[in-house]
T-cell receptor, first 110, second 113 residues
């Protein structure tokens, strides 16, 4: 059974700092997703990672995938307040079934 | 382009009542899913469909039914509502293409009293 764990679950950081969110998954999966959720809102797709060593970047966010370690990371560079949100990773199991991590609630303070 | 549309956005039910949460997508996606989101637990898969006429159970299917008569629609039925079903429900759709995400609706906030 595929399980996905994120850490940390809560993260408070200052603007301008760098930090990394970690996503571990327990069994083989051929796709890893990152989503962002603002309070009371839907999930917004950030990245889809397909292969070992995949790296994708969008603005101050960069995601990577190590399938051998079953680990994905979401790195935040020079954080700004607008990035405050909850971030979820999800691994694909079978045909389009997603197993989600618990989410990381990120608060960026001025 | 509406994407994934869920109705209603909010609903309050009494224990034992039944209701149907509606989900429609206009992207011609084969895959559709229902998730529930509870505090501290991320999203959990309830039921999913890989095409019209085909459905299967996810992680937490008990108390819910689904059907998929068309590609566009994937309703979720609560048979006899219980307080444990108080949650936020999200519908998602996807093409299944490599590198393509699942697209989520805005959610239905459901309270069972």
């Amino acid at each position: 059974e595929l399980k996905v764990e994120q850490n940390p679950l809560f993260l408070s950081m200052q603007e301008g700092k760098n930090y990394t969110i970690y996503c571990n998954y327990s069994t083989t999966s051929d796709r890893l997703y990152w989503y962002r959720q603002d309070p009371g809102k839907s999930l917004e797709s950030l990245f889809v990672l397909l292969s070992n060593g995949a790296v994708k970047q969008e603005g101050r966010l960069m995601a990577s995938l190590d399938t051998k370690a079953r680990l994905s990371t979401l790195h935040i560079t020079a954080a700004v307040h607008d990035l405050s949100a909850t971030y979820f990773c999800a691994a694909k199991q079978g045909a389009q079934k997603l197993v989600f991590g618990q989410g990381t609630r990120l608060t960026i303070n001025p | 382009n509406a994407g994934v549309t869920q109705t209603p956005k909010f609903q309050v039910l009494k224990t034992g009542q039944s209701m149907t949460l509606q989900c429609a997508q206009d992207m011609n996606h084969e895959y559709m899913s229902w998730y529930r989101q509870d505090p501290g637990m991320g999203l959990r898969l309830i039921h999913y469909s890989v095409g019209a006429g085909i459905t299967d159970q996810g992680e937490v299917p008990n108390g819910y039914n689904v059907s998929r008569s068309t590609t566009e629609d994937f309703p979720l039925r609560l048979l006899s509502a219980a307080p444990s079903q108080t949650s936020v429900y999200f519908c998602a759709s996807g093409s299944g293409g490599a590198g393509q995400p699942q697209h989520f609706g805005d959610g239905t906030r459901l309270s069972i009293l």
